[in-house]
């Protein structure tokens, strides 16, 4: 059974940067591709960043771009967002998501199939 320890979040002011972090156990073999999608009051939710486990290719999100980085640790299975530059748009609740596709369907596509619970971030001008 697949299982997600997120952590990070919190609030932060206007230019501050946070970490969020999301370790996947279970489904190592299956679910090897790892990204965030947020969901900010009232909007509907929106892939952030996804990454590779296995060889660390990347997609970001126009809006965070130059803003946010995403890396893994490959042998804990972790991934980890580094938000920096922040703004009271990204103020939002993140979920951490992977699913069973390879890298094209899950983080070019946005097929996730499997949540994590979401950490909130609150960006403060």
């Known amino acids: 059974q697949l299982h997600f320890v997120e952590s990070g979040g919190g609030s932060v002011q206007t230019g501050g940067s946070v970490r969020l972090s999301c370790a996947v156990s279970?489904?190592?073999?299956?679910?090897?591709?790892v990204g965030w999608v947020r969901q900010a009051p009232g909007k509907e939710r929106k892939g952030v960043a996804c990454?590779?486990?296995?060889?660390?290719?990347?997609t970001y999100e126009d809006a965070v771009r130059g803003r946010f980085s995403i890396s893994r640790d490959k042998a804990r299975m972790t991934a980890f967002l580094e938000m920096n530059a922040v703004n009271p748009e990204d103020t939002a609740t993140y979920y951490c998501?992977?699913?069973?596709?390879?890298?094209?369907?899950?983080?070019?596509?946005?097929?996730?199939?499997?949540w994590g619970r979401g950490t909130p971030v609150t960006v403060s001008s």
């Open positions: 990454i590779s486990l296995i060889d660390g290719q990347a």
């Open positions: 998501a992977t699913g069973a596709g390879d890298f094209f369907r899950v983080c070019i596509l946005g097929e996730y199939d499997r």
């Open positions: 279970g489904g190592s073999s299956t679910y090897t591709n």
